[in-house]
């Protein structure tokens, strides 16, 4: 069946390092790739898309990359912030269904002073 | 949280009690979508619609139902039917015709089976 799942569940990093959370999925037909940050109680915010016909996407401090030979997919934060301490998660989009989302298992950041 | 509202954000039920939770959005989405999410894990889908007066289940429908009578509206019953309720449940919308394929979710609505 289709899935999307996550490596690492903890990540623990040293303020100002850089970050990289890994993800893997294994529906080739996905179309889209989504980013989301979920702070404790709250709902996932947006962080940043890639779609299926590109490798590379660049946001502020945020780089998503794909790869899809592997069917992975990575977010690297550069110069990790105390407000980066959150759960993240990989989400898997396919236009002809829908688009209903399929999410990864989570993997929480932990910044550590 | 950007325009869309979920209520009550705390919920209690006792066991055999149907609840509804409550989804408002104002940014003029067609498609909605209703979310659990149990601790330590990945959101899982209940149910979406893509426009007013229709839904599709999920992969969970099992024991929730939903309607779509207004556009901005997405209520979800949580039934005596469904086996473990307690979770957090989110609330999501998109449609926007510059990033139809992000979803916004709402902040949650944490419910508890007494």
């Known amino acids: 069946g289709e899935s999307v799942g996550l490596h690492l569940p903890t990540l623990s990093v040293q303020e100002g390092d850089n970050s990289i959370i890994n993800c893997a999925y294994s529906n080739s037909a996905s179309d889209y790739f989504i980013w989301y940050k979920q702070e404790s109680g709250k709902g996932p915010q947006f962080i940043i898309d890639i779609r299926s016909n590109m490798d590379k996407r660049q946001g502020q401090r945020v780089t998503v990359l794909l790869n899809k030979t592997v069917k992975h997919l990575s977010l690297q934060i550069a110069a990790t912030q105390p407000g980066d301490s959150a759960v993240y998660f990989c989400a898997e989009n396919r236009e002809a269904a829908g688009n209903k989302l399929t999410f990864g298992g989570g993997t929480r950041v932990l910044v550590k002073p | 949280d950007g325009g869309i509202t979920q209520s009550p954000k705390y919920l209690f039920r006792k066991e055999g009690q149907n609840v509804t939770l409550s989804c408002e959005q104002n940014l003029n989405h067609d498609a909605m979508y209703w979310y659990r999410q149990d601790p330590g894990q990945g959101l899982r889908l209940i149910y979406y619609?893509?426009?007013?007066?229709?839904?599709q289940k999920g992969d969970i429908a099992e024991g929730y139902s939903v309607s779509r009578e207004k556009k901005e509206s997405f209520p979800l019953t949580v039934t005596s039917a469904q086996k473990n309720p307690t979770a957090f449940y989110l609330c999501?919308?998109?449609?926007?015709?510059?990033?139809?394929?992000?979803?916004?979710f709402g902040p949650g609505t944490r419910l508890t089976v007494l």
């Open positions: 619609s893509q426009i007013v007066n229709d839904f």
């Open positions: 999501a919308s998109s449609g926007d015709v510059t990033r139809y394929n992000e979803q916004f």
